[in-house]
């Protein structure tokens, strides 16, 4: 029997379709590989490395938007405010519609002590974004920056009751109790979003400082093993 050449064509066209799509979903999960490696060492303070991971993101195309805030994240931890600074403003040219380039200008601002500039563009952002964490936690970080921890705790408190289970406004939560000397608060609140989050670096850090304030090293220093563990 002779093969149809138009149904080996239709065959053919249908198969390498399937190669391509496969071929396109490896890529994206790749991309993300990568910016997930970025990330992760970046908060191991593996700032090289880091940034190596970035650029194979960037090779393979990823998302423009994402390398910028994760390039912008590297460089805040790297004390680099003002060229974290240029990255949150090239990622919110990018795509003026995402709250979150919004948020991280908003603290790399408050990095370089221009808490005015940061307070204009956090409640811009928070008009044109209300249901916002990210910002409304930005918000609360610049009071904190400013030493307003009373602010701040307003700030996480709004947040948190409209998103009871935001990680970082938890863990910023805890931070301002601290300041506030409000230590048996702190602790109780630093415990309950541990438990709520077992692996966040941040939460278990902010519960360290209140263990230290309160002179219980031994509890301190199991948050910090967690944490490199």
């Known amino acids: 029997m002779s093969r149809d050449p138009i149904r080996l064509g239709a065959i053919v066209a249908e198969s390498l379709s399937e190669i391509v799509t496969r071929m396109g979903v490896m890529t994206v999960e790749h991309d993300r590989d990568d910016l997930a490696d970025a990330n992760r060492l970046r908060r191991r303070c593996e700032f090289e490395a880091a940034e190596e991971a970035l650029r194979a993101a960037e090779a393979a195309r990823a998302d423009p938007f994402t390398i910028e805030i994760a390039a912008g994240r590297l460089e805040l931890d ?71 921890p009373t602010d701040a705790l307003t700030e996480f408190d709004r947040v948190l009751d409209r998103y009871p289970d935001d990680e970082n406004a938890l863990e910023w939560r805890v931070e301002a109790l601290r300041k506030l000397n409000r230590y048996q608060d702190a602790q109780a609140a630093g415990q309950a979003a541990a438990a709520l989050y077992p692996g966040s670096s941040g939460i278990l850090d902010s519960l360290a400082f209140v263990y230290q304030n309160q002179g219980q090293y031994d509890d301190a220093l199991a948050c910090y093993e967690q944490i490199l563990h």
């Open 78 to 148: 790297r004390d680099a405010f003002t060229a974290a600074l240029a990255r949150f403003e090239k990622a919110a040219a990018l795509d003026p519609e995402r709250a979150e380039a919004v948020a991280w200008t908003v603290a790399a601002l408050s990095r370089l002590c221009r808490f005015a500039d940061a307070l204009v563009v956090a409640a811009t952002g928070l008009k044109r974004f209300p249901d916002s964490a990210l910002v409304g936690v930005a918000l609360g970080r610049v009071y904190d920056d400013q030493e307003r």
